[in-house]
């Protein structure tokens, strides 16, 4: 099983600032998903195939990396971007997510 | 609309069993690869299992094998859960959520509101 480690596992940004989330996978994997959770609401969609950002999602996020190393970025922090972002890989079965980071506006 | 709405949660006693149900609307159902994602109370996600587009392709994790059965109905736009001999470890929200087959994009598009499964004596 692939295991994937997020870091941090909490982090606050203050609007306007740049934010990064970093996903790491135990093995290679040759894509990474992100999904966007709010509390009492399901995940959404977020970046799929690594960099590209699903219907709806604001140009200040982007995606990046390749093998075991993958990252989330905002490249402007704004109050409605807090949530809780969780990488996931299907390259291998069974799939798998990480553990979460929770971004908080301060 | 893209719709996929749970049903068949609520408080169970350990060892006791329970079927969930996801009703699917607005897409083309049996164009998509279904899954049940389940997430415990302030933790995060965790695939539970998958089913082919046919229903005739079924995956589990470990911790569920023998105990949990995944299947749908594609003239019913229905995904399914039977969970069998429920452990305290198995309280969650359960998540439906679907994959497009015909996309080669490997994360779920859509995904249910939820619905909780209290295992507690």
């Known amino acids: 099983e692939i295991v994937l480690t997020q870091s941090p596992t909490t982090i606050a940004a203050s609007p306007g600032e740049k934010v990064t989330i970093t996903c790491r996978a135990s093995s290679s994997v040759s894509y990474m998903y992100w999904y966007q959770q709010k509390p009492g609401a399901s995940p959404k969609p977020w970046i799929y195939d690594t960099s590209k950002l699903a219907s709806g999602v604001p140009n200040r996020f982007s995606g990046s990396g390749s093998g075991t190393s993958y990252s989330l970025t905002i490249n402007t922090m704004e109050t409605e971007d807090a949530a809780t972002y969780y990488c996931?890989?299907?390259?291998?079965?069974?799939?798998?997510f990480g553990s979460g980071t929770k971004l908080e506006s301060k | 609309e893209v719709q996929l709405v749970e049903s068949g949660g609520g408080l169970v006693q350990p060892g006791r069993s329970l079927k969930l149900s996801c009703a699917a609307s607005g897409f083309t159902y049996s164009n998509y690869v279904m899954a049940w994602v389940r997430q415990a109370p302030t933790k995060g996600l965790e695939w539970v299992a998958s089913i082919s587009i046919g229903g005739g392709n079924t995956y589990y994790r470990d911790s569920v094998k023998g105990r949990f059965t995944i299947s749908r109905d594609n003239a019913k736009n229905t995904l399914y859960l039977q969970i069998d001999s429920l452990r305290t470890e198995d309280t969650a929200t359960y998540y439906c959520a679907g994959r497009d087959y015909n996309k080669y994009i490997y994360y779920f598009d859509y995904w249910g509101q939820g619905v909780m499964v209290t295992v507690s004596s």
């Open positions: 996931q890989q299907w390259s291998s079965t069974p799939l798998t």
